[in-house]
């Protein structure tokens, strides 16, 4: 299985994607520093005007990078799946001797791991970036503690939780031959996760990540089930 997920990384030239995560990465990190430090400073505190705002900034840096990156875990998973399909690519790689699940399950874990590692070391930096301003130049809270160990736990989760959510728009797109089908189901995954019905606001819910990270594994499964009877598209 190392062997095909190498593969998959090889032939899908890595390269450009860890160029656009840095982008990505550099500029989440710049927007988020612009929203923490560069605003009005109040003059007889020294504090800026919007510091309950700032004291929330983990929740500012947890909705862009999860945004960010379940965009872009389906764009990959649509390059690395659907789009092998569309340009006939799958086929050949079908008429290896492997089993096609293998291959299916090979392509979906390269751009997992792949992801998973990306958003954890782009959330770590962000959050330090932050960090370190706050102590150096400013001084007041931002809502988290780097020195504890639920810290980096909750980042480890939120980022297993984000980057398997795109087997759900994978699902969608495969089922319908749609690269555009899976980035749109994205846009709208994610505005389900943190949108608000009056006063309830879904952010806060613990349970419905649960119940999506479950129906994600569903549709994980269910992208790989009976690949071996399909017709290649």
């Known amino acids: 299985m190392w062997k095909l997920i190498r593969l998959e990384w090889k032939k899908n030239h890595m390269k450009k994607y860890?160029?656009?995560?840095?982008?990505?990465?550099?500029?989440?990190?710049l927007l988020l520093y612009s929203m923490c430090y560069y605003v009005?400073?109040?003059?007889?505190?020294?504090?800026?005007?919007?510091?309950?705002?700032i004291e929330n900034m983990a929740v500012?840096?947890?909705?862009?990078?999860?945004?960010?990156?379940?965009?872009?875990?389906?764009?990959?998973?649509?390059s690395f799946i659907i789009n092998a399909y569309k340009?006939?690519?799958?086929?050949?790689?079908?008429?290896?001797?492997?089993?096609?699940?293998?291959?299916?399950?090979s392509q979906m874990m390269a751009v997992w791991i792949f992801c998973v590692a990306a958003l954890f070391l782009g959330k770590l930096l962000i959050y330090l970036l932050l960090a370190l301003a706050s102590g150096i130049k400013v001084g007041f809270p931002l809502g988290y503690d780097i020195t504890s160990v639920s810290f980096y736990i909750q980042i480890i989760l939120k980022t297993v939780l984000?980057?398997?959510?795109?087997?759900?728009?994978?699902?969608i797109g495969k089922l319908m031959k749609s690269s555009k089908a899976a980035i749109i189901s994205s846009f709208l995954l994610f505005s389900v996760m943190n949108?608000?019905?009056?006063?309830?606001?879904?952010?806060?819910?613990?349970?419905l990540p649960a119940f999506l990270f479950g129906v994600s594994l569903i549709c994980g499964f269910l992208t790989v089930h009976n690949?071996?009877?399909?017709?290649?598209?």
């Open 87 to 105: 340009n006939k690519t799958q086929s050949l790689m079908f008429s290896y001797p492997i089993s096609r699940k293998k291959i299916i399950l």
């Open 40 to 53: 009005p400073i109040d003059t007889e505190t020294g504090m800026t005007d919007s510091v309950p705002e």
């Open 227 to 233: 690949v071996e009877k399909e017709d290649v598209m």
């Open 162 to 171: 984000t980057v398997t959510l795109a087997f759900i728009p994978l699902y």
């Open 60 to 78: 500012q840096i947890d909705l862009l990078t999860n945004l960010a990156f379940l965009i872009f875990s389906s764009v990959m998973l649509s």
């Open 18 to 29: 860890m160029i656009k995560m840095a982008i990505v990465i550099a500029a989440l990190g």
């Open 195 to 207: 949108g608000t019905i009056g006063d309830l606001t879904l952010r806060g819910n613990m349970f």
